[in-house]
Nanobody
Framework: QVELVESGGGSVQAGGSLTLSCEASGFRSDGYCMGWFRQAPGKGREGVAFISSDGATRYACSPKGRFANSQKNDGNPLTIDLQMNNLNTEDTATYYC???????????????????????WSQGTRVTVSS
């Protein structure tokens, strides 16, 4: 059974940094697409950053240049970190890591931009940025 455990949220002032970590376990597949999503109060869930099992990364427009995705896949569990720098008040939201196991990493190309594309997600962690 796939399990995602997220940690690292908290409160920070604008301009500060936080790192979110997501530990994924309970699967043996070598191929996966993984996404970070966030949801602010009263808004829908939006994609923030994406990484696939071959290490390819991409970012949504808003955090591009400020957020960085990385992963450690040398054992179990898989650990994926989202380093968030120069945070602003618009980054305030609950953040989720989500994962979809795929037969080949090419399936991650050009898709898996929506939360509904994923079958497994974390419990969410709150990030609050104050001005």
């Amino acid at each position: 059974q796939v399990e995602l455990v997220e940690s690292g949220g908290g409160s920070v002032q604008a301009g500060g940094s936080l790192t979110l970590s997501c530990e994924a376990s309970g699967f043996r597949s070598d191929g996966y697409c993984m996404g970070w999503f966030r949801q602010a109060p009263g808004k829908g869930r939006e994609g923030v950053a994406f990484i696939s099992s071959d290490g390819a990364t991409r970012y949504a427009c808003s955090p591009k240049g400020r957020f960085a995705n990385s992963q450690k896949n040398d054992g179990n569990p898989l650990t994926i970190d989202l380093q968030m720098n120069n945070l602003n008040t618009e980054d305030t939201a609950t953040y989720y890591c989500e994962i979809e196991l795929v037969p080949a990493v090419r399936y991650c190309r050009g898709g898996y931009d929506r939360s509904t594309d994923y079958s497994h997600w974390s419990q969410g962690t709150r990030v609050t940025v104050s001005s």
